[in-house]
């Protein structure tokens, strides 16, 4: 059946679909319309799910969290403040080994105060443990939020699947919604190994602490078991998406290559506006351009050998991002940097920090980065031209593409 739904509704679907048994989510712009839609179904009686309207993003996360900890399948959602505010049960939930899935519609977090688009929320979060996907359309939405519950499970680790706020969550398209019995077939009842009644703090493991009791186990012991099993996602992530696709027809590969073969020049791109570099991509190919686009779908855990593989022989590797780590630079840029280790001339560009990434602004940089010389900075500001700034600044330590 396909829908024309909002991505907000295809992660409702999501969810829906991957049969949690537990729902609680806090409604906050641009993020409102998830929980909005669960209530329904459940009221419909199409979600068989116990759905809890709670006072805070805080209260949210720590209801899942002590459900997921019972062995029961979970699912929540947030945005911007909302996250922040679940900061303190991310690292919870990470290193206790639950494998909560949570929708987060990435918007700006304050100050100042904006409800539209940013991925610094989520980005910001990248050290608490949890693996992170970063989506295009609103199949991809829907369709990664069943695969996440599929690969939280078998790793025992909280997924966050990361959605462009209004330039994605409030935009309408086609969307297949799959058969309630292919995705049961895909996706079977959470069967935690042990499922025991009465309370406690964590009452089953799927991946034991190293020295038995968590608490006063090595700590540095567990850290590492915990980054041991983060890395091992990637390779159950390439399975559980290759199961995907033998079943509904589409796979999400952790790192996409568009017209790259030849490529001298490579953008790299995450999220809704990975769309219009694909039309940027074709015009300049029309006009002689050898330039092409990756799509990076997995941030967490960082897929470093694709990376330096895909990126390997470039002359020339753009990354666009809507984030910024104030004082550095943007955040993908920098984990691209670490990974590839070769020799490349690397342009980092940030925009659409509030903003829509447009067509003319995709193009604007990857014209900039094939005819010049990387800039001693950093950090390149894409579609600032028009705003106020600081002449001093301009000249003496900051890049701005006019």
Same mark, same amino acid.
């Given at each position: 059946?396909?829908?024309?739904?909002?991505?907000?509704?295809?992660?409702?679907?999501?969810?829906?679909?991957?049969?949690?048994?537990?729902?609680?989510?806090?409604?906050?712009?641009?993020?409102?319309?998830?929980?909005?839609?669960?209530? %329904?179904?459940?009221?419909?009686?199409?979600?068989? *799910?116990?759905?809890?309207?709670?006072?805070?993003?805080?209260?949210?996360?720590?209801?899942?969290?002590?459900? !997921?900890?019972?062995?029961?399948?979970?699912?929540?959602?947030?945005?911007?403040?909302?996250?922040?505010?679940? +900061?303190?049960?991310? +690292?919870?939930? *990470?290193?206790?080994?639950?494998?909560?899935?949570?929708?987060?519609?990435?918007?700006?977090? /304050?100050?100042?105060?904006?409800?539209?688009?940013?991925?610094?929320? =989520?980005?910001?979060?990248?050290?608490?443990?949890?693996?992170?996907?970063?989506?295009?359309?609103?199949? %991809?939405?829907?369709?990664?939020?069943?695969?996440?519950?599929?690969?939280?499970?078998?790793?025992?680790?909280?997924?966050?699947?990361?959605?462009?706020?209004?330039?994605?969550?409030?935009?309408?398209?086609?969307?297949?919604?799959?058969?309630?019995?292919?995705?049961?077939?895909?996706?079977?009842?959470?069967?935690?190994?042990?499922?025991?009644?009465?309370?406690?703090?964590?009452?089953?493991?799927? +991946?034991?602490?190293?020295?038995?009791?968590?608490?006063? /186990?090595?700590?540095?012991?567990?850290?590492?078991?915990?980054?041991?099993?983060?890395?091992?996602?990637?390779?159950?992530?390439?399975?559980?998406?290759? %199961?995907?696709?033998?079943?509904?027809?589409?796979?999400?590969?952790?790192?996409?290559?568009?017209?790259?073969?030849?490529?001298?020049?490579? @953008?790299?791109? !995450?999220?809704?506006?990975?769309?219009?570099?694909?039309?940027?991509?074709?015009?300049?190919?029309?006009?002689? +351009?050898?330039? /092409?686009?990756?799509?990076?779908?997995?941030?967490?855990?960082?897929?470093?050998?694709?990376?330096?593989?895909?990126?390997?022989?470039?002359?020339?590797?753009?990354?666009? %991002?809507?984030?910024?780590?104030?004082?550095?630079?943007? @955040?993908?840029?920098?984990?691209?940097?670490?990974?590839?280790?070769?020799?490349?001339?690397?342009?980092?560009?940030?925009?659409?920090?509030?903003?829509?990434?447009?067509?003319?602004?995709?193009?604007?940089?990857?014209?900039?980065?094939?005819?010049?010389?990387?800039?001693?900075?950093?950090?390149?500001?894409?579609?600032? *031209?028009?705003?106020?700034? =600081?002449?001093?600044?301009?000249? !003496?330590?900051?890049? @701005?593409?006019?």
């Amino acid at each position: 059946m396909i829908k024309v739904i909002t991505a907000n509704e295809a992660a409702a679907y999501g969810a829906m679909l991957s049969r949690p048994e537990v729902v609680c989510a806090y409604p906050i712009t641009p993020q409102s319309r998830i929980p909005e839609q669960i209530s %329904e179904f459940c009221a419909q009686g199409l979600m068989k *799910a116990k759905f809890v309207n709670v006072e805070s993003e805080t209260a949210a996360l720590g209801y899942v969290l002590g459900a !997921s900890a019972a062995g029961a399948r979970v699912f929540t959602a947030t945005s911007s403040q909302g996250l922040a505010l679940m +900061h303190e049960q991310l +690292h919870w939930a *990470a290193g206790a080994g639950l494998p909560i899935v949570m929708v987060n519609v990435n918007r700006t977090v /304050g100050a100042p105060m904006s409800v539209t688009c940013e991925q610094n929320d =989520s980005l910001s979060q990248r050290d608490t443990g949890w693996l992170q996907f970063y989506c295009e359309t609103n199949q %991809e939405v829907l369709d990664t939020v069943i695969q996440a519950y599929k690969v939280s499970e078998l790793v025992s680790l909280p997924s966050m699947v990361c959605v462009d706020g209004i330039y994605l969550s409030y935009v309408s398209e086609n969307t297949e919604i799959p058969e309630q019995e292919q995705v049961d077939y895909y996706l079977p009842r959470y069967e935690p190994p042990i499922r025991l009644p009465g309370c406690g703090w964590k009452i089953y493991y799927l +991946h034991p602490p190293p020295r038995g009791d968590y608490m006063v /186990g090595d700590l540095m012991l567990y850290r590492y078991e915990m980054h041991k099993i983060e890395n091992k996602a990637f390779d159950v992530f390439l399975k559980a998406n290759e %199961e995907f696709e033998a079943l509904f027809g589409r796979k999400y590969s952790p790192v996409e290559e568009y017209k790259c073969g030849d490529a001298d020049v490579v @953008i790299v791109m !995450s999220g809704s506006a990975v769309g219009t570099c694909r039309t940027v991509i074709d015009k300049l190919r029309n006009e002689g +351009h050898r330039v /092409g686009l990756i799509k990076l779908k997995m941030f967490r855990p960082f897929p470093r050998d694709l990376i330096r593989k895909v990126l390997a022989g470039r002359q020339k590797i753009a990354v666009i %991002e809507r984030d910024i780590s104030s004082g550095q630079c943007g @955040i993908i840029y920098q984990e691209i940097k670490w990974a590839y280790r070769m020799n490349a001339a690397m342009y980092g560009f940030v925009a659409g920090l509030g903003d829509d990434i447009t067509a003319p602004l995709i193009e604007k940089a990857i014209m900039y980065t094939l005819k010049e010389e990387p800039p001693e900075q950093e950090v390149i500001w894409l579609g600032l *031209a028009e705003k106020r700034v =600081s002449d001093e600044y301009d000249r !003496s330590s900051i890049q @701005i593409l006019r």
